[in-house]
């Protein structure tokens, strides 16, 4: 199910039970609290990406423009991530169309994707529509790996210490990030590799703190320090390398301006 669609049911399912807004208030307010509990109140502390890459340039392709998948920002600090590393090693969990794995592909010497198999979305009871859009862009590149498995009982072991960059977009619930964040540190070489999490903001600038807090709780405490949100970007990482940080300020005016050529392909 898309963001879009699940914002529309969200909002279907308030209408008729009003109760429910007490529920989701009460929920938000908890997630608050977890969060000022683990020391990040403000949220996780903010790195500048111009900082972070003073030369931030990447070519995007095959971005749908369509919803519930990344910004063009996000799959260009992925991108950026993985070209730091000589023949990187990449794995994310949450494929989607494979709009991320096919802008990796051809900067990383190994690219992972893993997602539910077609069954396991159908009995999820998912529309045909869904399940077809899986893979999408990536599924008949031959150097993507695409692995097929519930990231919540899959057996990981053979891919563990193996990867330069993890990237995480699966189900966005706690259970599920706080999983696959511990997942995540099993399957990096070591504490020199990044970590990426998606939908670490509704936006850029607004926190989703259920996302935040499962993120924490699922990173060893002695990295905690090491997680940051990417200015520009509705993601997380995780990086032992040092930067400036600041906080998110409520409307900040910009501090970057990117260029964008863009060019659309019929398919």
Known sequence: MSKLSKVKRLAKVLFQNPKLLNVVLEQNKAYNKQAEDFGFKHGLPVIDIFKMFPNFEAEIESFSYLDGGSLITDLALIKKSVERYADSAYFEIGTWRGE???????????????????ADLRGLGLAEQYIKQQDFFSK??????????????????????????????????????????????????????????????????????EVMCAIIDGTPKKYRKNLFHVTNTMCAMFTTRQYPVSFLKDKAAPTVAFTINIKANRL
């Not at 991320?100 to 077609?118: D, H, I, Q, R």
């Not at 511990?182 to 990044?194: D, G, H, P, V």
């Open 100 to 118: 991320s794995a096919v802008n990796v592909a051809p900067v990383a010497k190994e690219c992972y994707t893993m997602n539910l198999s077609k």
């Open 140 to 209: 008949n590149i031959p150097s993507i790996k695409h692995v097929k498995g519930n990231s919540l009982n899959f057996d990981f072991s053979e891919y563990h210490k193996r990867f330069d960059v993890v990237f995480i977009d699966g189900d966005h619930h706690y259970e599920s990030v706080k999983k696959d964040t511990e997942t995540a540190f099993k399957l990096i070489k070591n504490e020199n590799s990044t970590i990426i999490w998606h939908d670490y903001g509704y936006s850029p600038e607004e926190i989703r703190y």
